[in-house]
């Protein structure tokens, strides 16, 4: 069964991330095929938050890196 809810702005219009209109959904909150195929295959959007969970998705970090840089560069 399709869900009526749009699945990047969870229904509301709005992406709570970025506090602006969902351009998935043009800001209606109606479920679209083009959403349902972003999340998907989306790319990790955890760099904006605590680097742990997808603000999308909610699932644990899926990056191909551990998001740690290799060389630490500290105050001289």
Not at 3 to 22: F, Q, R, V
Not at 24 to 41: H, I, M, P, R
Not at 47 to 72: M, S
Request: net charge positive; proline share 8%.
């Amino acid at each position: 069964m399709v869900e009526d809810k749009c699945p990047i702005c969870k229904g509301n219009g709005t992406i709570k991330l970025l506090g602006s209109e969902c351009p998935f959904c043009n800001g209606t909150g109606d479920f679209t095929k083009t959403a349902e195929s972003y999340l998907v295959s989306h790319i990790c959007q955890c760099i904006f938050l605590d680097r742990k969970k997808c603000p999308l998705c909610g699932k644990n970090c899926h990056h191909d890196t551990p998001n740690k840089p290799k060389i630490l560069i500290g105050p001289t």
